[in-house]
């Protein structure tokens, strides 16, 4: 049998655990130079089950190292998604020898097998005074409950320096509510947000309130997953610009905007205490087939972690997402073509050998059109590009390889270009089962996985007639794995 990490479809730059099941990340937080990530878990098996929050750390956000699993269900209920803070001023009490703890906030989720039907969710605390490797859950638990609480749940806190106190972030059916704590123990109702603004196609989840500077003006983004109800079908993201006034989140617009256009982004939220940076992972899958996606000993990865940043496109302001640039430790001795254009040129018509994973960038500039097609040896294919007559930037991984799990899996999906200057400067991430495009700064993005029977192993461009593409620079990128 072969090692964890060379199982077919392992991600080779991406965050999996080594066994079992992954959905959410959780509970972000950094310190004293380690990046800590939790996740939903369930070690007992390779589909969801009674949820516990698994362990990962590390240095640089590239590289991660399984640690134990820290929180399990209990007679409270399981274990589901939160977030977690460095309690700097130990406002919570819970630190020890006059220094502040970690603070993780999750909910409690009491399962309908358990109750006959219903089930009911509240938050909850647990505490570590040891840079997160053991945790106490807090005896006073739960610390914030509504009598029929459904669908209340994915608590993300934050330290809010005007009114010093903490604000805490939370998913309630279709909406938002926001509440205030000084201590991270008792809780205030402040106020709801989401009626009749945004995308509710489906339940909101895992929400997550983010401040920007901008050109020297505080604005605040409101992220908010919902499921179903995704522009390319099920689980996606969408984001609010406004304003927060310590009680109150006002957006400045009423349409629904989304961070990601592919099916393969969800639950993503920011890490808490990294200063002025900005940095989300999201969990790389979609609740309409993350059961049942082909792989064997594990199931589900997170994206890479992502830099999120405010970028003018036209008169409006967008959320942009790039690759955190930490990544670029991982690359190899890049090849760079030229002006392909000329039918006899490398990449077209016949294709060039690659080796996955890699970091792939295109600079499109002047083209009306081009697409990119990986392949293998069965003619298994995954083609992207720019469409001329939609105007949109798409991915069809109809042909890719495995897709008769689930009838949603197999398709093509399509975004819309943002960029007023039509630079068309595109990066992708390409693992064994997973891609990732970043298109005009960050202004465009969409993640997608794909199952081919054996690792792609070429690709080919093609381009209209006459058309040249600038430039394609390839990077094979070295496994996280191997250190
Ligand atoms: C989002 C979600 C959360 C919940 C968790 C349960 O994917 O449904 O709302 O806390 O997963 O695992």
Sequence with gaps: TLPWHQEPYRPQIHFSPKKHWVNDPNGMVYHNGVYHLFYQHYPGGTTWGPMHWGHATSKDLVHWEEQSIKLYPDTLGFIFSGSAVYDRNNTSGFGRDGKGPLVAIFT?????????GKNFQYQSLAYSNDEGKTWTK???NPVLRKPESTDFRDPKVLWYEPGKKWIMTLAVKDQIEFYSSPDLKNWKYESEFGKNLGAHGGVWECPDLVAFDY???KIWVLIVNLNPGAPNGGSGTQYFLGDFDGSRFVASHTDPRWMDFGPDNYAGITWSNTGDRRILIGWMSNWNYANEVPTKNWRNAMTVPRELSLQAAGDKLLLASRPVPELKRLEGKPRLYRNIGAPETELLPSPAPIQLPALIELDATG????NLVFSNEVGEELELGFDKASGQYY???????????HKEFAGRHSAPVFSATPGRKVTLLVDQSSIELFADKGLTVMTELFFPSSPYSRFRLNLPAGGNMKSVRVVSLRSIHTH
């Design 395 to 405: 991915i069809d991984r109809s042909r890719s390889g495995a897709s008769s799990f």
């Design 108 to 116: 409690h989720h009491v399962d309908p097998s358990q109750t006959g």
């Design 138 to 140: 807090y005896a006073g």
């Design 215 to 217: 050109n020297g003006k």
């Design 367 to 370: 083209l009306s059109a081009w």
